[in-house]
């Protein structure tokens, strides 16, 4: 077990750089093999299929390379590892039902965890070839088909939300009341398809402005985006305004209902607009 003491969590930019580097190279075996048709839907209805398990593999091989003793919570073997005060926050192929209709909007993403909240992120779009990471400071970085790494990363950061014109991510599989009915009140925003985490390294990057989630999400689908857009200077909040935690005690490591906003005073007005909507329009605790 790792103390939330350890020295190694002290450079928070060179955690980013090796949650990077594992993510480059699972971005990479997830796009060599794009075909990958042998689905099956596990207990809790979500398909999976060979791209995802042979991602994992290849990820946890880096990890453990890059980061020894750091225990790795996964999407794809939840039952085998525990949270810990530090722990790694990994989903392999976030965004299933994107790779699996041949969309691009699929990715990779790794959070390392101290005490409930992410302190390094890395998101990777193999088939976008983009890369947002974070420690201290959020990055972005192009990334080759074999995973490779393309030019120096470029620092980057949340924009000022338009006062019209916001942009809004949606999510292309897995629309919900919630966030429809925040949506309506705010008239002139853009609507954006865009399915898996990578909708959280678009508004770190300055290129949308909000995305709200009623549906069902799992910790490892958001810490790394938590990450690295906290990182970038926006904010990931709670219906209640809280931040999110991850690897609460006894928890099933399933996400509340949340909002991803660059700024805080955007935030709380999604905040706001969710609390005013009639109370069938909430999910279910």
Known sequence: MISPNDPRLGDRNALALRLAEAARLSGAVLLAMRSASDVRVKADGSPVC?????????????????????????????EAVEAAPVFILLDPLDGTREFLAAGGSYCVAIAII???RPIAGAIVAPELGRLWF???????????????????????????PPEDGLVTLISRFHADALSEGVLKTMPGHEPMP????????????????????GGPTMEWDIA????????????????????????RPGG???????????????????????????????PRS
């Open 194 to 213: 865009m399915s898996s985490a990578v909708k959280f390294g678009i508004i770190a990057a300055g290129e949308a402005d909000l995305h709200v989630r």
């Open 224 to 247: 790394a985006g938590d990450a690295i857009l906290t990182a970038a200077g926006g904010v990931v909040r709670l219906l209640d305004g809280q931040l999110p935690r991850y690897g």
């Open 50 to 78: 060979s791209a995802d398990m042979a991602a994992d593999h290849t990820a946890k091989q880096a990890l453990v390379r890059l980061l020894p003793d750091f225990p790795v919570v996964s999407e794809e073997s939840v």
């Open 134 to 160: 974070s420690g201290e400071d959020a990055f972005s970085q192009r990334v080759a088909a074999d995973g490779t790494a393309l030019g120096e990363p470029e620092r980057i950061g949340v924009r000022l």
């Open 114 to 116: 101290r005490e409930g």
């Open 252 to 282: 099933d490591f399933r996400n509340p209902p949340f909002v991803a906003a660059s700024s805080e005073a955007l935030a709380q007005r999604a905040i706001a607009a969710a609390n005013t909507l009639p109370a069938n329009s909430l």
